[in-house]
């Protein structure tokens, strides 16, 4: 790509993107995500995570061990 082209690249983006709201400084990009999406994939992506990595943090036995079991 020449710098021509990237500039005219460039120049679509800022002029498509200048509506969308960024996220805050700081923060992370899925900040303006539904975090409580429930569907099959993420049942299937959750229980399958739970059992590779059981005792990772957010994971079900980290939660069963951090508030005992709720």
Do not use: I
């Amino acid at each position: 790509m020449t710098p021509q082209q990237e500039a005219a690249f460039e120049r679509k983006a800022e002029q498509h993107f200048k509506g969308h709201r960024g996220s805050p400084l700081g923060r992370d990009f899925r900040a303006f995500r539904y975090r409580y999406d429930v569907c099959a994939t993420c049942e299937k992506f959750k229980s399958r995570f739970d059992a590779t990595f059981p005792n990772a943090p957010g994971g079900r036995g980290w939660w069963d061990r951090k508030f005992g079991g709720m």
